[in-house]
């Protein structure tokens, strides 16, 4: 198993602006014609990683997945102009997708809207999970703060979405990974929400004490 990497991700968006012969602005431009009534994932993202952007919807898309990214398909909305009309517009379009990606990079922990809408699709019971875009030759993933409560993503061996639920340790140090702690994208989105994240090891701590 693997997962994206910044460096073949910054390649993957190169090469398709040499395939398409435009420059990845011209190619943001024309992407952002082909609007859907619903979507399968709410990118969510930061501007500050744009070429990483490009390179994970490229792979995203390749993969026949309808993906909404605010600056793809909406580029007239300002992120850095947080208005309550801008987050009403955003939220109608959470309301139309099935699943939520964090796209989780250095730029990301900067980011307010990333925050609010990982927040906003979790509080609606919408499946959430991590997507990690890692520097080369990383093996592992941990989601950072709040992000460990969600499953992440890691790339199969045959290039398709590998959902992973996270273990989970607590504050005595005990962990506990949990079965079964991989599903395919579409397994996950077959059940709950709350399927492959990690159970409150504080209270399965408790429970098993004795």
Known sequence: MAFLTQEEMRRRARQ???????????????????????????????????????????????????VFCDWIDSPEIDRSNVTPANADYLRRIMQRSKSLLYLDTNGAEQSLWMCWELGWFDGHEGHVAILPVLSEGSTAYRGREFLGLYPYVEIDGE????????????????????????????????????????????????????
Do not use: C
């Not at 024309?30 to 930061?46: G, P």
């Open 159 to 210: 290039g398709r979405l590998k959902i992973v639920r996270p273990s989970a340790t607590n504050s005595r140090g005990l962990t506990l990974i949990e079965a079964p702690n991989s599903t395919t994208f579409e397994g996950w989105m077959r059940r709950g929400e709350a399927f492959m994240r990690p159970r409150n090891i504080e209270s399965w701590g408790v429970m098993h004490r004795d």
């Open 16 to 66: 398709r602006a040499a395939r398409d012969r435009m420059a990845v602005e011209d190619i943001l431009k024309e992407a952002s014609k082909h609007h859907s009534n619903d979507y399968d994932i709410f990118l969510s993202q930061t501007i500050r990683d744009a070429e990483l952007v490009l390179g994970v919807y490229d792979q995203l898309t390749a993969l026949g997945f309808r």
